[in-house]
């Protein structure tokens, strides 16, 4: 299982400035929402959330965000282009009770959005917060509305939806409804702030989490969190909050390619 | 009953996290203790942060894993900070790599009061330049590097070797004379490769990677088996160990305890509980009273 599957890129979305969708031809029995894909383009090989599910046509979709030199590389592909897929990795969101919230911070709302689409398949009541800083890089909004739902949207220079973060846009959106859960993706810092407002208000929450990884397959040890060391490649991406209590380095720091830890 | 000493580190049984795998950092460290593991290897640093080669550094293959990760580690520095988060009373010993028999003696020396020994890395196959395999592959250059270390800290020193070489016996007897106090057999195998033949690429970025997993038990076990005739230190045995009845063969063959890794990725860290419940029982079923009575069986038949 641990080796790459060469696969042409069956179409490619530009979903905004920065962002595009890779779609690959996949068998989608065994995915779920959350898990993640190692993607290699003959030179690196970096782990990408799946955004996309679809069990009637048998693809997956890759939202990739162009960051560095690996991305801009897989953004200079073309349809018809190969690149190198193994997965899906990791533990994925689990759907539990009737009335969510799901909250996705730029290209976290990759795993949001194929959590949204399974949510709504089994008729499951949902609310999406999707944030970003501007309004050119609010993502899926029209996929969101296609599956009928209108998204809380916020960016913090309020060019679109509500001005401001999306803990900010949470507090006001949670103070009339009555969650059963959330989940979120996105920066560290945006989920610390959405851990904390959990807390208080005793929701149960989901998080994906973010670490350097190398193998994807649970021995190399470099995506191992403080101070539980769990593999976030393995027992990961996505944490309850009972198990993020237990991430001490949580929206505090994370490790490089060398384990040197750097700030979040 | 499962309780084993060697080179003065008592160890509640006789299972050990093998180096390269997890041990990055205390919490996974003591994530494996807590599992079960009588002891632990971390990762191997050197005196300077390393990021390793980029990725792909690891592709499964028939019977285990390919990998060239390249001995990433934040330096004997960061390491330090580390070693210091390991829970007390747990036996952790530290993999330690450099190019010369200076840079070993700096390092251990460093963190000697921190460990309960250090084994030295002479058998990384895909380590840079004058690194790893290159050191192990030379008998005379292996003692220096035992000997120095010997001379600068008051730790045991394991000296864990390459498989890679003519003859394995001549580089153990080395690292002996050179006053090294046990020795572990055996690192990963190779290099090999793997090519993805919708591309034409080589898979790992380095290429090359050394084997690991089931498919290199049987010649870690020859080597065990080889090296316990010639030597008088205690034996480490390691490679492709997934259940008891491989930890019970390397035992068979001279090893006083065992070291696991690859297969970390097909049980996770439970499988230490798991082998060392399944060594209880086979030492009941067959009336052993302890690890010691099981070493080396294999040569007395």
């Given at each position: 299982?641990?080796?790459?599957?060469?696969?042409?890129?069956?179409?490619?979305?530009?979903?905004?400035?920065?962002i595009k969708t890779f779609i690959f031809d996949w068998d989608t029995e065994n995915i779920l929402p959350g898990q993640f894909m190692m993607v290699w383009n003959f030179k690196d090989e970096k782990p990408m959330s799946i955004s996309l599910i679809d069990p009637i046509n048998n693809e997956i979709g890759i939202s990739i965000k162009n960051v560095g030199p690996f991305t801009e590389a897989v953004h200079s592909l073309q349809n018809g282009d190969k690149l190198g897929l193994?997965?899906?990795?990791?533990?994925?969101?689990?759907?539990?009770?009737?009335?969510?919230?799901?909250?996705?911070?730029?290209?976290?709302?990759?795993?949001?959005?194929?959590?949204?689409?399974?949510?709504?398949?089994?008729?499951?009541?949902?609310?999406?917060?999707?944030?970003?800083?501007?309004?050119?890089?609010?993502?899926?909004?029209?996929?969101?509305?296609?599956?009928?739902?209108?998204?809380?949207?916020?960016?913090?220079?309020?060019?679109?939806?509500?001005?401001?973060?999306?803990?900010?846009?949470?507090?006001?959106?949670?103070?009339?409804?009555?969650?059963?859960?959330?989940?979120?993706?996105?920066?560290?810092?945006?989920?610390?702030?959405?851990?904390?407002?959990?807390?208080?208000?005793?929701?149960?929450?989901?998080?994906?989490?973010?670490?350097?990884?190398?193998?994807?397959?649970?021995?190399?040890?470099?995506?191992?969190?403080?101070?539980?060391?769990?593999?976030?490649?393995?027992?990961?991406?996505?944490?309850?909050?009972?198990?993020?209590?237990?991430?001490?380095?949580?929206?505090?720091?994370?490790?490089?390619?060398?384990?040197?830890?750097?700030?979040? | 009953?499962?309780?084993?000493?060697?080179?003065?580190?008592?160890?509640?049984?006789?299972?050990?996290?093998?180096?390269?795998?997890?041990?990055?950092?205390?919490?996974?460290?003591?994530?494996?203790?807590?599992?079960?593991?009588?002891?632990?290897?971390?990762?191997?640093?050197?005196?300077?942060?390393?990021?390793?080669?980029?990725?792909?550094?690891?592709?499964?293959?028939?019977?285990?894993?390919?990998?060239?990760?390249?001995?990433?580690?934040?330096?004997?520095?960061?390491?330090?900070?580390?070693?210091?988060?390991?829970?007390?009373?747990?036996?952790?010993?530290?993999?330690?790599?450099?190019?010369?028999?200076?840079?070993?003696?700096?390092?251990?020396?460093?963190?000697?009061?921190?460990?309960?020994?250090?084994?030295?890395?002479?058998?990384?196959?895909?380590?840079?330049?004058?690194?790893?395999?290159?050191?192990?592959?030379?008998?005379?250059?292996?003692?220096?590097?035992?000997?120095?270390?010997?001379?600068?800290?008051?730790?045991?020193?394991?000296?864990?070797?390459?498989?890679?070489?003519?003859?394995?016996?001549?580089?153990?007897?080395?690292?002996?004379?050179?006053?090294?106090?046990?020795?572990?057999?055996?690192?990963?195998?190779?290099?090999?490769?793997?090519?993805?033949?919708?591309?034409?690429?080589?898979?790992?970025?380095?290429?090359?990677?050394?084997?690991?997993?089931?498919?290199?038990?049987?010649?870690?076990?020859?080597?065990?088996?080889?090296?316990?005739?010639?030597?008088?230190?205690?034996?480490?045995?390691?490679?492709?160990?997934?259940?008891?009845?491989?930890?019970?063969?390397?035992?068979?063959?001279?090893?006083?305890?065992?070291?696991?890794?690859?297969?970390?990725?097909?049980?996770?860290?439970?499988?230490?509980?798991?082998?060392?419940?399944?060594?209880?029982?086979?030492?009941?079923?067959?009336?052993?009273?302890?690890?010691?009575?099981?070493?080396?069986?294999?040569?007395?038949?």
């Open positions: 299982m641990h080796v790459p599957k060469t696969i042409e890129i069956k179409r490619i979305i530009n979903e905004t400035k920065t193994r997965g899906p990795y990791g533990r994925g969101f689990e759907i539990v009770g009737s009335k969510i919230l799901a909250i996705g911070g730029g290209v976290g709302m990759a795993p949001i959005s194929a959590f949204v689409s399974e949510a709504r398949r089994m008729d499951v009541d949902i609310d999406v917060i999707t944030a970003a800083t501007t309004k050119d890089e609010l993502l899926f909004m029209d996929k969101l509305k296609s599956t009928d739902i209108t998204p809380y949207a916020c960016t913090d220079d309020g060019s679109f939806g509500f001005c401001g973060f999306a803990t900010e846009y949470m507090e006001k959106i949670i103070e009339d409804k009555d969650y059963d859960m959330v989940v979120t993706c996105g920066p560290e810092v945006m989920m610390k702030g959405i851990f904390d407002i959990v807390e208080r208000l005793k929701i149960p929450a989901q998080f994906s989490l973010e670490r350097y990884m190398k193998c994807g397959m649970g021995i190399c040890g470099q995506c191992c969190v403080d101070d539980i060391g769990w593999r976030v490649c393995v027992e990961g991406p996505v944490f309850w909050s009972d198990e993020i209590r237990l991430i001490s380095e949580f929206g505090k720091y994370k490790r490089d390619a060398s384990g040197i830890k750097h700030k979040i | 009953m499962l309780e084993v000493e060697i080179c003065n580190i008592k160890m509640r049984n006789p299972t050990m996290l093998a180096a390269g795998i997890l041990g990055s950092t205390a919490s996974s460290l003591n994530w494996v203790l807590r599992s079960g593991a009588g002891s632990v290897v971390t990762k191997s640093f050197g005196l300077e942060p390393n990021k390793g080669y980029a990725n792909p550094t690891t592709v499964e293959v028939t019977g285990g894993v390919i990998n060239a990760i390249g001995l990433s580690n934040p330096g004997v520095d960061a390491f330090i900070g580390e070693l210091e988060k390991i829970e007390e009373s747990n036996n952790v010993i530290a993999s330690i790599y450099g190019s010369s028999a200076s840079e070993f003696s700096e390092i251990a020396s460093k963190i000697e009061n921190l460990v309960d020994a250090v084994e030295l890395n002479v058998s990384c196959p895909h380590a840079q330049k004058g690194c790893g395999a290159s050191i192990g592959e030379d008998p005379k250059f292996t003692g220096e590097i035992v000997k120095a270390v010997k001379k600068t800290v008051d730790t045991p020193v394991i000296v864990k070797l390459t498989p890679n070489v003519t003859d394995i016996v001549e580089i153990a007897l080395s690292a002996e004379k050179a006053g090294c106090d046990a020795l572990t057999l055996i690192n990963s195998v190779g290099p090999g490769m793997r090519i993805d033949i919708d591309s034409g690429n080589p898979i790992l970025s380095n290429k090359f990677g050394g084997l690991s997993g089931p498919a290199v038990k049987p010649i870690a076990l020859r080597c065990v088996f080889d090296v316990y005739d010639a030597v008088h230190v205690p034996l480490i045995g390691v490679g492709g160990i997934t259940d008891y009845r491989d930890a019970i063969e390397f035992m068979f063959a001279g090893a006083r305890c065992v070291q696991i890794g690859t297969a970390i990725m097909y049980k996770g860290p439970s499988i230490f509980k798991e082998v060392n419940d399944g060594i209880n029982k086979f030492m009941n079923k067959n009336k052993y009273q302890s690890i010691e009575e099981m070493v080396g069986i294999a040569h007395k038949q």
